[in-house]
């Protein structure tokens, strides 16, 4: 561009040609991307409808997918595929397990071996049946359309797009043609040169003859305008270089702070702020994903709750730092006695509990003993170190085949645990009294 407007002037006509052909080839150019931009748009577009349509035959078929996966009925599975595939804009449905890894069943058109075709339209969702007592994702469907039934839905928009397309090219080659034709000049030619010939943006620098022709005309108020444009961008960068080092360092100080609040956040929404064991809320969902897992693999699954013994005694005797002295010497005894993957909480107060996933009944009794004896035989300081100790009185429980819920767990837990508070406390309760309970 700065080598064409740098060469000497022929003739306004021969100038105007070459301008026309530079600009229009440029309009060309962007008229082509945007032509392209709207057709990917209009595609865009169409397969988000698509899309759509996909999630509302979810719902109209996820019933009967669910029924048919939860009874294991591969007949009427296929049945109900096959029907769907019918949809003249689904020309492919894939079927794969709960964890969406293994292909159970295909129906419709294969899909290219180069990847194209079938599959540019994807809708992939879960299959849940409801079994009353929770929700069970039995497995994952996939939705496909291809590129192809894209274009066909579209293709009248297309083609409309292409239409216009042609029509403002057409227009503009006219326009150009005409005012393309207009003596340009020796004072544009020095304006351009004067321009391009600069490295930055910077005032015109025009000979006496060009100023005195281009006075009064259209060119003159262009040349004021690109001066007051270039004094403009001259404060603009001077402003623009001082805003971005303080918004640079106002983004560093939030961004440290945002940090902080982040861990903090995470601190309190999972863990017990005394103990640093998992709190109530973190300890109920890892109850319940451990529940799901467990019925699930057919897996034991064992849980512990205790409580300090006079708990209000070591309170009343020591204070409440005394008291927070003996919830934390618990604690420490808690981490000594679980494994990695178990979960240990502070429910509240001076009460723990201790999930065992893969830990049956006998098992987690034997858990809870040596919890019970490391707590009994040490002590921990007082504020004026003197040692003090304390007892636990525990309940054992494991998950059984009738449970549904893990509340069914926690509340035998809790019985036995009040058994071991009337059975004279610092001991383990693993059975019901009615069935010779386990006593230690």
Same mark, same amino acid.
């Given at each position: 561009?700065?080598?064409?407007?740098?060469?000497?002037?022929?003739?306004?006509?021969?100038?105007?040609?070459?301008?026309?052909?530079?600009?229009?080839?440029?309009?060309?150019?962007?008229?082509?991307?945007?032509?392209?931009?709207?057709?990917?748009?209009?595609?865009?577009?169409?397969?988000?409808?698509?899309?759509?349509?996909?999630?509302?035959?979810?719902?109209?078929?996820?019933?009967?997918?669910?029924?048919?996966?939860?009874?294991?009925?591969?007949?009427? !599975?296929?049945?109900?595929?096959?029907?769907?595939?019918?949809?003249?804009?689904?020309?492919?449905?894939?079927?794969?397990?709960?964890?969406?890894?293994?292909? !159970?069943?295909?129906?419709? %058109?294969?899909? &290219?071996?180069?990847?194209?075709?079938?599959?540019?339209?994807?809708?992939?969702?879960?299959?849940?049946?409801?079994?009353?007592?929770?929700?069970?994702?039995?497995?994952?469907?996939?939705?496909?359309?291809?590129?192809?039934?894209?274009?066909?839905?579209?293709? &009248?928009?297309?083609? =409309?797009?292409?239409? !216009?397309?042609?029509?403002?090219?057409?227009?503009?080659?006219?326009?150009?043609?005409?005012?393309? &034709?207009?003596?340009?000049?020796?004072?544009?030619?020095?304006?351009?040169?004067?321009?391009?010939?600069?490295?930055?943006?910077?005032?015109?620098?025009?000979?006496?003859?060009?100023? %005195?022709?281009?006075?009064?005309?259209?060119?003159?108020?262009?040349?004021?305008?690109?001066?007051?444009?270039?004094?403009?961008?001259?404060?603009?960068?001077?402003?623009?270089?001082?805003?971005?080092?303080?918004?640079?360092?106002?983004?560093?100080?939030?961004?440290?702070?945002?940090?902080?609040?982040?861990?903090? !956040?995470?601190?309190?929404?999972?863990?017990?702020?005394? +103990?640093?064991?998992?709190?109530?809320?973190?300890?109920?969902?890892?109850?319940?994903?451990?529940?799901?897992?467990?019925?699930?693999?057919?897996?034991?699954?064992?849980?512990?709750?205790?409580?300090?013994?006079?708990?209000?005694?070591?309170?009343?005797?020591?204070?409440?730092?005394?008291?927070?002295?003996?919830?934390?010497?618990?604690?420490?005894?808690?981490?000594?006695?679980?494994?990695?993957?178990?979960?240990?909480?502070?429910?509240?107060?001076?009460?723990?509990?201790?999930?065992?996933?893969?830990?049956? =009944?006998?098992?987690?009794?034997?858990?809870?003993?040596?919890?019970?004896?490391?707590?009994?035989?040490?002590?921990?300081?007082?504020?004026?170190?003197?040692?003090?100790?304390? +007892?636990?009185?525990?309940?054992?429980?494991?998950?059984?085949?009738?449970?549904?819920?893990?509340?069914?767990?926690?509340?035998?837990?809790?019985?036995? =645990?009040?058994?071991? %508070? &009337?059975?004279?406390?610092?001991?383990?309760?693993?059975?019901?009294?009615?069935?010779?309970?386990?006593?230690?």
């Amino acid at each position: 561009m700065a080598k064409l407007l740098r060469e000497p002037v022929v003739s306004p006509d021969l100038l105007s040609r070459r301008f026309f052909r530079r600009v229009f080839g440029w309009f060309v150019s962007f008229a082509i991307l945007l032509t392209l931009v709207l057709i990917g748009e209009t595609l865009r577009q169409e397969r988000d409808s698509l899309q759509s349509e996909f999630a509302i035959y979810e719902r109209t078929f996820e019933k009967a997918l669910a029924a048919a996966l939860w009874a294991m009925d591969r007949d009427t !599975l296929r049945s109900i595929v096959v029907g769907i595939v019918e949809i003249p804009d689904i020309e492919r449905v894939q079927v794969f397990d709960p964890e969406g890894d293994e292909e !159970l069943l295909r129906v419709g %058109k294969p899909p &290219r071996s180069n990847g194209e075709g079938v599959g540019w339209v994807a809708h992939r969702f879960a299959i849940v049946h409801d079994e009353g007592f929770g929700r069970e994702v039995v497995a994952q469907v996939e939705f496909h359309s291809s590129f192809a039934r894209v274009v066909q839905r579209t293709q &009248r928009q297309i083609a =409309l797009i292409v239409f !216009l397309a042609l029509l403002k090219t057409a227009a503009l080659w006219w326009i150009f043609m005409v005012v393309g &034709r207009q003596l340009i000049g020796r004072p544009l030619t020095e304006i351009a040169d004067s321009i391009g010939s600069a490295n930055s943006v910077e005032r015109l620098r025009l000979s006496a003859e060009t100023e %005195k022709a281009i006075a009064g005309t259209e060119l003159s108020v262009f040349r004021r305008a690109y001066d007051k444009l270039a004094d403009h961008v001259h404060r603009a960068q001077a402003d623009l270089v001082h805003a971005n080092e303080e918004l640079e360092e106002r983004v560093r100080a939030r961004t440290l702070a945002l940090e902080r609040a982040n861990r903090q !956040l995470d601190q309190l929404a999972h863990t017990d702020p005394l +103990t640093g064991l998992a709190n109530r809320r973190h300890f109920l969902v890892a109850a319940g994903e451990a529940l799901a897992r467990a019925r699930r693999g057919q897996r034991p699954l064992a849980l512990i709750v205790c409580d300090l013994d006079e708990f209000k005694q070591v309170n009343d005797l020591h204070g409440h730092a005394g008291g927070d002295r003996a919830i934390l010497h618990v604690a420490d005894c808690l981490r000594q006695s679980v494994r990695e993957g178990d979960v240990a909480a502070r429910l509240g107060g001076d009460e723990f509990a201790v999930l065992l996933p893969d830990t049956d =009944l006998e098992q987690a009794d034997t858990v809870a003993s040596r919890l019970l004896v490391m707590v009994r035989d040490s002590t921990f300081a007082l504020e004026s170190e003197a040692r003090h100790g304390v +007892t636990l009185s525990i309940g054992v429980a494991a998950l059984e085949p009738g449970d549904t819920r893990f509340d069914q767990v926690v509340q035998r837990a809790d019985r036995r =645990l009040y058994a071991a %508070k &009337r059975a004279g406390r610092d001991q383990v309760v693993s059975h019901d009294e009615r069935s010779n309970p386990t006593v230690r």
